[in-house]
Structure formats: structure tokens, C-alpha cells
């Protein structure tokens, strides 16, 4: 047998030795900057949290204009994480600008057209071609954006931070200019002026003793309000099931409104700010939750001063211990609407939705039972219980109960959020509220529920607009988003402009949406519109998608098919069908 022996190496060879970590280095300089913008992780361990992440990120791209991965290599250190998290996070996000080591810094100044389907009608891509022939590209980009959530005032242009309605060149170039480019001034109620009209009575009497749980759930259940952010689980079931599991408990508010078409929280959030967080805070003594979070989309950033000024209100009154309201900012992403991807962009990471079961009022935000409400949901707690059940309830139409906050845009006069009796048709909508179609506009189709809602045609338009009233015609009203579409409209602008906001939100995580909204979206780019092959990817797409995105993202097309066949054909869209198709939805 031969043993092996190893020959002693020179001491010279023995030392060589790697000096460094494997990868780029963090530079100190990057590091200790870092430091100074968001406070000392050595003193201050906290600052490192996970659940930090985005609003690092925030910070960062605030501070410089994007994300540079010098920045990033330091970030990764200062919060002791892999690149790869801090990475994939910062990339997953619309409004985070990462910049790699050999490319070109970004331009100073940004301009964002939105492209929904309420701006398109209004000339948004007109206007953008326009800034870019306009605008010096070396010093302004012009991008396309999904929905700003201002679509009663479409089309709409964001120039850094500030917004502008009905937005014209030369009101977007002299914007530009100017260099001031902070969120617009927001008018809205303070705390004193709401305390006036009973504001805290609720809150006040439910820690006093004065209001029980079960009264409350009880008044919920009667008045027979339900998540007005689209899904329409009734509140008092969502309350009393996260109630029946085990602390510690928390409690989210979804803000993110980012269905096209929808900007009913807005409104209300630029008015009453109280009046919601008086119903958050309701919501979380209800459940004896541990921490209230507020989870706020990016597009609303002159919301985000309102809110932290309005927090720092009940702060320094009294009402609220420092650190239990906890404000964050999305980061342009509309699948964070849904509540477990929310979740998981709180948690600092990519927004991609949870498999289920556990649900989240089992298993949620940092694996605790969480209660996840949306902001207009919350805003009619106060008002329920100071007026009573039968002043939500009493109201409705058609054999319909309650009151709905319709955003209504498009062809009509008078765009804008309109609180309306639940079950108001489409035509009392517009001719009650809206001030009637536009000059020259005839009424051809509309969008009950935004995006994923389905449309519509003219025909039909005097169903009721509720909960559960629609489905039988394949579509929802969701959070009460309505498109009104004229005479005048192209079908097959309408659909691609819809089919490619989703395929451009769509997470990437599950195969049907990620492929099937880009499939779909080219076999609707042809001449020829085959119906068995549109039926069959819409069917895959629904029953195997993980979420509502991809399983809401056909409903546009097949509402089309079904309902504007004749219409399509004016449109010198051909739709063919398959031996044995004909006459089937």
C-alpha cells in the first residue's frame, strides 16, 4: 500500500492567500454616507430590519435620482443581507432606477405619462410623442406610466413628483422648467377641525369601555358594509376571523389603490385623513392588534405628507403611542393591491403574491394573524357608528343596499368620485352625476370595474351596479372603477391598452399569467381574432393563475367576444370561429 504524503509548501506560497471577500467590495466612503442618510446601524440595530428595505431603497433613490450598485453593495452591508435580496427587491420595482457600473446615469428630470385607459382616451399618447420631439432627452426622459389614480382629470403627467391634470405641453414643459417638481399642496382636515364634529368619539368610547366589540360587529353586520377596495368580503367576517386567532395580531391598511380607473381613496384621503385613521384604529382595538400599518402607493406622494403629518397629529395629542401608526411607501407596483403581496412588499421584499392556505388573517404580515382593510372601508366606520347602520343601509336601488363611491371617467361631462345608492345603472350614473356623455359622444360600451371588471355594452347599461349583480354577464363592478367608452372608441385600442397593463404588472412568479398575458395580448396585435384559441389561454390563465391578476387579466377580451362581435367587425377586426364555437360566449 502507498501512502501519500503533501510536501511541505514554501512559506511564500502558504501566504498567498486570498485578501479579500469574493465579489466588489463595499467602498467605505459609500458606507459611511449611507450611514449619514439613514442613521447608524452600529448605534441603532433597528435601522437594519428587513421590513426596512423599500424605504431604504426609497431614500437612496430619492437622495440620487437612482440606485447605483455601489449604493446597493453598501446597503447590502449596512442591513447585513445578500446582495441578491437587496438586488432582487430593488429591481422588482417600477419606481427604482438601479443603474449598473457601466451604464449611463440617468437624467436629472423624469416625466411620467400615464397610459391607462382613462388618459388614453383623453390624447395621452399624443402628448408623450409630443415631450419627447419637445424635451431634450439628455436632459429629460419621458416614460409611459400605469394609472397615477387621477383619471378624472386624464390625461395625466407627473414631472418628478408633481402631478398635473389635463395635461397639455406647454403646462408640462414650463413645469419642467421652472424646476419645481414637489408634490402639489394638499387641503385637508386637521385634527382640531375634525375632534369639532365628534372626530375620536368612537375611538375614545371603545377604550373607555363605552363601546363593546360585539356591538360593533353587529352595527357592521347590519349595515352590510363590505371591502370596498374590490373584493367585497363583508367586514364584520373579516373582523371576527382574524379576532378568533391566536396574538400577537396587526392590522394593515391597504392604500394602494392602482386599478385603472380607480382614485376613490385619494379622494377621501386628501379630505378626511382623520376619519380613516379613526376607523384604522378602531379596526385594530377591535382586534387587539400590536402595531397599525399603512401601506401607501407611490403615486400619491403629496398623500404621504398629509399622512405622516396627520399620524404626528395624534402622536403629539395624546391619541396614539410613537411608532404604533407606521406609514410605507409602495413602490410602483399594482400586484401589491392584492393583500398577500402587500404583505410581502411590507416585509421588504419583491411583491409576489402567497400561496394559500394559511390566509393572511391566519398567517400574515411577519406571520402574524393579520387584518388587512382598505382606506374607504375604514373612512365608513366612524360615520356608521355616529349615524347609525340604516344611514348606510337605508340607501339603494333596484333592489340593492347601501352606498357606493364610484370613480367615473372617461366620456362623460363631469368625471370625478360620486357617492350614489348601490344598484344605480350606468345611465342614471352618468346622467344623475356625471352630467350626461360627451359633446359629439355616444354611449357604446363601459367598464364597470376597472381593468379586470369587464365591459360592457350600451345595452346593458341598465343593470344594477353592485356586488354580485354582474357576474352572470362575466363581469364585476370590483372597487367601483367605471370607464365610460363612446361610439368613437377603438375596441382594439381599448383591449391592447388593457392587456398590456397587465402583462407589464404581472409579478412574473406563476407561468399562465407571467406567459399568458404577453400571449394574449400578441394574438390580439393580429388582423384576425381566432375565438377557440383567445377561450382556451383565458381559461388556462383563470383557473391556474395564483391570483387575481392573472386570473381577472382575460376578462376584457371575453367580455368583447361575448357581448361586441358586430362591433369588432366594424373595427376591421375579424373574429373567426372554430367548427362547433359558433353562437358560445
Not at 498567498?16 to 442613521?39: F, H, I
Not at 400586484?335 to 402587500?342: D, K, M, P, Q, T
Not at 389561454?537 to 387579466?553: F, H, K
Request: proline letters at 5%; glycine letters at 10%; charged letters at 25%.
Amino acid at each position: 500500500m502507498t501512502i501519500k504524503t503533501e510536501t511541505a509548501k514554501p512559506d511564500a506560497e502558504r501566504r498567498r492567500t486570498r485578501a479579500t471577500l469574493k465579489g466588489r467590495q463595499v467602498e467605505v466612503d459609500t458606507l459611511n454616507t449611507l450611514r449619514n442618510l439613514l442613521g447608524d446601524e452600529r448605534r441603532y440595530p433597528e435601522l437594519s430590519r428587513r421590513d426596512l428595505l423599500i424605504e431604504h431603497l426609497h431614500a437612496i433613490q430619492d437622495e440620487c435620482g437612482y440606485l447605483s450598485l455601489t449604493w446597493l453593495r453598501a446597503l447590502a452591508a449596512y442591513m447585513n443581507l445578500p446582495m441578491a435580496a437587496i438586488y432582487e427587491t430593488a429591481t422588482f420595482y417600477a419606481h427604482f432606477d438601479v443603474i449598473h457600473d457601466d451604464d449611463a446615469l440617468p437624467p436629472l428630470k423624469t416625466v411620467r405619462v400615464c397610459d391607462s385607459l382613462s388618459c388614453q382616451l383623453a390624447g395621452a399618447e399624443k402628448l408623450r410623442a409630443e415631450l419627447q420631439l419637445e424635451l431634450d432627452a439628455r436632459r429629460v426622459r419621458v416614460l409611459r406610466a400605469p394609472c397615477m389614480g387621477r383619471c378624472d382629470q386624464a390625461p395625466v403627467v407627473e414631472v418628478g413628483h408633481h402631478h398635473l391634470g389635463h395635461a397639455t405641453r406647454e403646462a408640462v414643459c414650463a413645469v419642467v422648467d421652472t424646476g419645481q417638481h414637489q408634490p402639489e399642496a394638499v387641503m385637508w382636515q386637521r385634527l382640531d377641525a375634525y375632534r369639532q364634529e365628534q372626530g375620536y368619539a368612537l375611538l375614545n368610547g371603545c377604550r373607555d369601555g363605552e363601546v363593546l366589540v360585539d356591538d360593533l360587529l353587529t352595527l357592521l353586520e347590519h349595515s352590510g358594509l363590505r371591502g370596498l377596495g374590490g373584493a367585497g368580503f363583508p367586514t364584520f367576517r373579516k373582523w371576527r376571523s382574524v379576532r378568533a386567532e391566536p396574538g400577537p395580531r396587526l392590522c394593515v391598511v391597504n392604500a394602494d389603490e392602482g386599478e385603472p380607473g380607480t382614485f376613490k381613496d385619494r379622494y377621501y384621503l386628501e379630505r378626511y385623513p382623520h376619519r380613516m385613521l379613526e376607523g384604522a384604529l378602531v379596526a385594530a382595538w377591535a382586534i387587539e392588534a400590536e402595531g397599525l400599518y399603512i401601506y401607501l402607493r407611490d403615486e400619491y406622494p403629496g398623500l404621504h405628507r398629509v399622512l405622516h403629518e396627520a399620524i404626528a397629529e395624534l402622536e403629539d395629542a395624546g391619541l396614539i403611542e410613537p411608532g404604533f401608526i407606521m406609514l410605507r411607501r409602495g413602490a410602483g407596483a399594482y400586484i401589491c393591491g392584492e393583500e398577500s403581496a402587500l404583505i410581502e412588499s411590507l416585509e421588504g421584499k419583491p411583491g409576489k403574491p402567497r400561496h394559500r392556505p394559511p390566509f393572511v388573517a391566519q398567517k400574515g404580515l411577519f406571520d402574524q394573524p393579520t387584518l388587512v382593510n382598505n382606506v374607504e372601508t375604514l373612512y365608513w366606520i366612524p360615520l356608521l357608528w355616529r349615524d347609525g347602520a340604516d344611514s348606510y343601509a337605508g340607501h339603494g336601488r333596484h333592489g340593492r343596499s347601501g352606498l357606493r363611491s364610484f370613480s367615473l371617467s372617461g366620456r362623460v361631462r363631469h368625471p370625478g368620485v360620486y357617492l350614489a345608492p348601490a344598484g344605480i345603472t350606468l345611465l342614471e350614473l352618468v346622467e344623475e352625476y356625471g352630467g350626461g356623455m360627451l359633446e359629439g359622444h355616444t354611449l357604446a360600451g363601459y367598464l364597470p370595474g376597472g381593468a379586470s371588471g369587464g365591459i360592457l355594452p350600451a345595452s346593458k347599461a341598465d343593470l344594477p351596479l353592485d356586488f354580485d349583480t354582474l357576474q352572470a354577464e362575466g363581469c364585476f363592478i370590483g372597487s367601483a372603477a367605471v370607464i365610460v367608452l363612446s361610439d368613437q372608441d377603438d375596441l382594439r385600442a381599448v383591449a391592447t391598452n388593457l392587456l398590456a397593463f397587465f402583462a407589464d404588472e404581472s409579478c412574473g412568479q406563476c407561468t399562465p399569467c407571467r406567459v399568458g398575458t404577453e400571449k394574449m395580448l400578441s394574438l390580439l396585435e393580429r388582423d384576425t381574432w381566432v375565438v377557440e384559441d383567445l377561450q382556451r389561454l383565458s381559461r388556462i390563465m383563470q383557473d391556474a393563475s395564483i391570483c387575481g391578476l392573472g386570473q381577472a387579466a382575460p376578462n376584457p377580451v371575453l367580455s368583447l367576444l361575448r357581448h361586441f362581435r358586430a362591433d369588432l367587425a366594424r373595427h376591421d377586426i375579424i373574429v373567426t370561429s372554430m367548427p362547433g364555437e359558433e353562437g358560445q360566449p
